[in-house]
């Protein structure tokens, strides 16, 4: 079977080990996602099951700057991770007012320079950060540019201070809990992180992992939530071949057709067969289904 499971990660689980329960489900080892929650994270998370997988690298140049989180902190500590899931490290910071909190978000919107987390899968030297840090090397993280559209402080629940975001590619959520904290001259620990939206997909389409292993369990349909395989290419044009054109697309072949300039998803009648792109009205496989 082959398609897209909008899913609603848990906590605890990594993105990578979710992704292979979805697609055992679909009695299938090829699978992949877009974006990478961390463990402690819940929320979005698209999960591509068989020959959906070709589509990753389209959907993600078409939606690269859609993303939002829920998260909440806790002020007065920090661990090594900027995570509940870490060791505290430093304890003994101030817990500012609300209103304090709410005058400095300003100050973190639009591009700007962000120092990812240690414990975070960036590359430093060859080897991802986190596998460094948890071996004892001195890592130096190198800052880089990031984008945040919105932020905003969504108030207090017990000793946590909620808050959203929406950001683009390669922000740090943890990062940006970090600094929020620093500006008001404290430290802070990230008890929360949900996503809610990513890359054209949102959390009110998503299903949870315990949903659909239950569906399994008591001999539920799971292709009624698997989504078709051009999921997320919605702003691309079809072009739709009969079947000689189409078995000669597949096979590799030119294609004349009446359409502009541009990358189109190309259909065989209802059945989506890949993305190609028209050049001077000829049709020429980019990636075929």
Known sequence: ?????????????????????????????????????????????????????????????????????????????????????????????????????????????????????IYSAVH??????????????????????????????????????????????????????RDIAEKLNTIATVDMIRRTHTGGFDIKNAITLDFLENLVNNGGDTGEYLMPLDLGLGDIPVVNLDDKDAKHYMNGGFVNVARGDGLVRVFDGNRFIGVGTVSGGTLRPKRTI
């Open 124 to 177: 430093v030297g060859g080897e991802r950060a986190y596998r460094a840090a948890r071996c004892g090397m001195d890592i130096k993280m190198p800052p880089r540019r990031v984008s945040i559209y919105e932020l905003e402080y969504t108030g207090k629940s017990g000793d946590s201070y909620g808050f959203r975001v929406k950001c683009g590619r390669g922000t740090y959520v943890r990062a940006i809990a």
């Open 1 to 117: 079977m082959d398609g897209w499971i909008i899913l609603d990660k848990p906590t605890g689980v990594f993105s990578r080990t979710a992704g292979a329960r979805v697609a055992r489900m679909f009695g299938t080892k090829k699978f992949g996602h877009i974006g990478t929650l961390d463990p402690m994270a819940s929320g979005v998370l698209p999960i591509a099951i068989g020959d959906a997988t070709k589509m990753i690298p389209f959907v993600e140049d078409l939606n690269p700057n859609e993303k939002e989180y829920l998260f909440s902190m806790q002020f007065g500590f920090q661990t090594d991770t900027l995570d509940t899931t870490g060791k505290t490290i430093r304890d003994g910071g101030v817990v500012p007012d609300e209103s304090q909190i709410e005058k400095i978000l300003p100050e973190f919107i639009g591009e700007q320079s962000q120092t990812p987390p």
